[in-house]
């Protein structure tokens, strides 16, 4: 391909890219647009859903009063304590599942099999252990986060260009230079993968948690609402929730992209 042809090429690439994006901005505020006219719709067919504006009111009022902080303070750091010990634990875990092939005969099935179980099974147990509070809730995080974590690490790295590994010892890299400068790198995409599902369950595990026992939380606060009747709290509760997984899942995925561009 000559010069010519590679500069018209990527001429025109960066001239489509940024098109690209505004219709891509213009799609996801397309479909934020149809939520919203549904749930106005909705408003107008039943009682049981409140106005939009009524429920925006109530969610700022919420943080103006300083009700909603405890609780939000408590429910993300049963999510980010419980997401933080899944990733210590699942990663070297699964680094060694796939990286030896016996322990992958051996854990595979067992691991998958495991996957399959409802977690939320466990919450009693956890309770009986820890009490309830946000210890509970953490380690039904964790519980949660494991598999998800483990299962994307073992695939990533048995997925590592065989090639890579053998120029790592033979220039004599060591184990740790071997995890951080050929696996990881290299594996980086199918673990951020891990991670965000890890995230999104941890956060799940934790709200539903939350409905069954807790002394604060969102979902403890959702219930209440729910309880009492009082639907513009309630609502506006789910609505902080539904934002708090937006932005921790934009950050994985932000950070996903910038690791596959860099492996790339």
């Keep these: 391909m000559s010069a010519a042809v590679e500069t018209d090429l990527l001429g025109r690439a960066e001239t489509q890219t940024p098109d690209r994006n505004y219709l891509y901005t213009l799609g ?19 009682d049981l859903v ?18 909603v902080y405890p609780h939000l303070v408590s429910t993300v750091r049963a999510v980010i304590g419980g997401f933080l010990v899944a990733s210590l634990i699942g990663f070297p875990a699964g680094f060694l599942i796939g990286r030896s092939h016996w322990l992958g ?25 820890f009490g309830v509070g946000e210890s509970a809730e953490a380690a039904m995080a964790a519980i949660s986060a494991l598999f998800p974590i483990l299962i994307t690490t073992a695939a990533g790295v048995r997925e590592v260009n065989p090639t890579l590994v ?13 995890v951080g400068k050929i696996y990881v790198p290299a594996a980086a995409p199918s673990l951020m993968v891990g991670f965000r599902i890890g995230f999104s369950i941890s956060f799940i595990a ?35 929730i539904v934002l708090i997984a937006l932005a921790g899942n934009l950050t994985l995925w932000l950070f996903e992209r910038r690791l596959r ?4």
């Design 206 to 240: 934790v709200i539903i948690a939350e409905f069954f026992a807790a002394k604060a939380g969102l979902g403890l606060l959702v219930s209440r609402a729910y309880g009492l009747l009082q639907l513009p709290r309630m609502y506006a509760v789910v609505i902080l």
């Design 166 to 178: 053998k120029m790592g010892k033979s220039l004599n890299l060591s184990t740790w230079q071997m």
């Design 261 to 264: 561009a860099h492996v790339a």
């Design 28 to 46: 996801r505020l397309g479909v934020i647009a149809i939520l919203v006219a549904a749930w106005t719709l909705a408003t107008r067919v039943t």
């Design 105 to 129: 005969q051996v854990f595979d099935p067992l691991v998958s099999g495991a996957f399959a179980v409802p977690r939320i099974i466990f919450f009693p147990i956890l309770l009986r252990i």
């Design 50 to 67: 409140p106005a939009v504006n009524e429920t925006v009111t109530t969610l700022a009022d919420g943080f103006v009063a300083g009700w």
